[in-house]
């Protein structure tokens, strides 16, 4: 039996009534905020901003109370700050990219960091404008960053002729080269978890082998095989860019970048346990084949008069156990460390809630500070972009051909 009475009843049904005869059929407003009940809203958490530790390129010093460079959202987001006039540009640009319904914009809209949007932020007492992008880093452990800048020519046609002399004179041998230059980037190493940054300064010197000696080094192949897997998860996404380019006739981009991202944490699973040979067939992943040796009696007798079985007791099993848990060289927090790491990671991986989760390495086109649309009468193929993306993708793909032997 209900505890509301039939007058209640009604009067509830009638309000309910009024409600969408008033508000629907006669289109009146609701009733004001102020004039119902609702319950008290608890405060919503502020976004936090500061600045972004792992930036290996562009500006970063401050002029007064200005900061240059990136700065990091606690929402996954990295936020650009609008300084000037061409930065003014890019605002525009990406409105452009995200509205537009040309294939080959809508095609590069694919190979770019998410935008969203513009906003106004305050940081070291001074408010200015940022453009707000993805943060392809986010929910990695040891983030590896690489700015790879594209192009022969990175001045755009609005450029003054002293900026035009200050772009020809960076990275001019390089550049010259390769149609790209490396202004920066940052790797952590899978044998130490050090953590080792290379600057412009380091990037400026860069020519000939020694470019191809920062891609391994940046890739962990220093001494060591490179890893199949991640040459193809890099690939993947530059091959999808290289194809771009050497069809799309809608854009000019001058200076623009590649954003190379790795996570060492999974480079370092995936070189000490995994038997994936870094192979997809349209079946699946290839696994490398472990080959057993195969034992006749006599072998088996010679290894067993060689090599005698060790003596096994329930004392030697726990000093085993014992020494992989408490090393006896002393590296016991090391070792606890890498396990919460990888734990970590595990937990990260489980509870991320999108369905199509980025990869553990990837490759996005940023910065067009200085990207122009072609006009209809104008457009062509940007053979400055394409040459940097073509000799930068063949640098991979001999990387590749060196992790042929990991394919069984």
């Given at each position: ?46 976004l ?17 109370t200005?900061?240059l ?26 409105n ?51 700015d790879?800048?594209?192009g ?81 998860q890099f ?110 990671a ?49 640098i ?13």
């Amino acid at each position: 039996m209900s505890d509301v009475s039939e007058p209640q009843r009604r009067k509830r049904v009638d309000f309910r009534r009024y409600r969408s005869i008033c508000q629907v059929h006669y289109n009146l407003k609701r009733k004001d905020d102020d004039m119902t009940a609702k319950p008290l809203l608890m405060p919503a958490h502020s976004l936090q901003i500061q600045a972004y530790d792992l930036q290996v390129a562009g500006h970063r010093k401050s002029e007064d109370t200005k900061y240059l460079g990136l700065l990091q959202c606690n929402n996954g987001t990295i936020l650009k700050p609008i300084i000037k006039e061409a930065q003014k540009r890019e605002v525009d640009f990406y409105n452009l990219l995200q509205s537009s319904t040309d294939p080959d914009v809508v095609e590069l809209r694919k190979c770019t960091p998410q935008y969203f949007g513009c906003r106004k932020f305050t940081y070291t007492g001074y408010e200015q404008d940022y453009i707000i992008l993805e943060d392809l880093s986010q929910r990695m452990l040891e983030p590896c960053i690489m700015d790879v800048k594209i192009g022969k020519r990175t001045w755009d046609p609005l450029a003054t002729e002293e900026k035009i002399k200050s772009e020809e004179s960076k990275y001019k041998q390089c550049k010259k080269e390769f149609g790209f230059c490396i202004p920066g980037f940052q790797v952590y190493k899978i044998t130490t978890g050090k953590l080792l940054k290379y600057n412009k300064d380091y990037g400026k010197k860069l020519h000939g082998q020694g470019v191809r000696d920062a891609l391994r080094n940046y890739l962990n192949g220093v001494a060591t095989n490179l890893c199949r897997a991640l040459i193809l998860q890099f690939l993947s996404e530059l091959w999808k860019i290289q194809k771009w380019a050497r069809r799309q006739t809608a854009l000019r981009l001058y200076s623009a970048s590649l954003l190379l991202v790795y996570d060492a944490t999974r480079l370092r699973d995936c070189s000490a346990g995994s038997n994936f040979s870094g192979q997809i067939t349209s079946k699946g992943p290839v696994y490398k084949k472990v080959n057993a040796v195969p034992m006749t009696p006599m072998s088996m007798a010679q290894t067993t008069f060689a090599n005698p079985p060790p003596i096994t007791s329930p004392w030697t099993d726990a000093l085993e156990r014992l020494n992989h848990n408490h090393s006896f060289e002393h590296n016991y927090e090391d070792k606890l460390s890498k396990i919460k790491m990888n734990y970590r990671a595990l937990l990260d991986q489980l509870s991320y809630d999108s369905p199509t989760p980025n990869p553990w390495g990837t490759v996005k086109v940023i910065d067009f500070a200085h990207a122009f649309f072609n006009e209809e009468d104008e457009r062509a193929i940007d053979d400055n972009f394409r040459e940097g993306i073509d000799n930068f993708v063949e640098i991979f793909e001999t990387f590749l051909r060196e992790t042929d032997d990991q394919v069984i």
